[in-house]
């Protein structure tokens, strides 16, 4: 090993290695190297916004629910193709499973005159198949409970036959399902 003396450190070698440490850098390599940060920044952020977004894949897209798909096909003609798509995407909540729900406005079984006069109460239970667009198909008594009655059977069962449901949904589609609704009939709530 050599070791440096006070006269190396003052060699001409050495000189010229400082005065190029001093030399100033040009304006236009800065403006190339902010320029070219601001390309990567782009391009980064570019990248990452179309992977949030990706579609996806063709076997798990989820079918909308019939009442939102007819507001979407009646927003269709006015608005270019891609639009509808997107908005109903982000706007209406995509129901994949569930159980036949049955409507508000259907109205619920009145007690029979003939059984109220005569104190007849208890408790019926139907069975409701209902198809996929919601109508029931068809509807049993299949329990009972307290006095037997032909007319609150029959009350219950004129009754159901007109209900409309909301279908049940299997996967994003609607299916034939079968629903039990009970039904009480006490003189009490009279």
Do not use: C
């Not at 980064?44 to 992977?51: F, I, T, V």
Request: charged share 20%.
């Amino acid at each position: 090993m050599a070791a440096t003396t006070h006269e190396d450190l003052h060699s001409p070698h050495l000189q010229e290695d400082s005065n190029l440490q001093h030399k100033p850098t040009s304006p236009w390599m800065w403006i190339a190297l902010i320029v070219a940060m601001f390309a990567a920044a782009l391009l980064w952020l570019r990248h990452s916004n179309q992977e949030d977004v990706a579609p996806a894949p063709v076997g798990e897209r989820m079918l909308p629910a019939p009442e939102e798909a007819a507001v979407t096909d009646a927003a269709a003609p006015a608005a270019p193709q891609a639009a509808p798509a997107t908005a109903s995407r982000k706007a209406a909540p995509v129901v994949r499973n569930r159980e036949a729900r049955p409507l508000a406005s259907n109205r619920m079984p009145t007690y029979p005159a003939a059984a109220l006069r005569s104190g007849v109460q208890g408790s019926v239970i139907a069975s409701l198949s209902v198809d996929t667009r919601g109508n029931v198909a068809n509807a049993a008594i299949v329990s009972r409970s307290g006095e037997r009655s032909r007319d609150l059977d029959r009350a219950v069962l004129s009754t159901v036959q007109n209900w409309k449901f909301q279908p049940a949904m299997h996967e994003g589609r609607a299916i034939a399902s079968v629903v039990r609704v009970p039904v009480d009939f006490r003189t009490e709530q009279r």
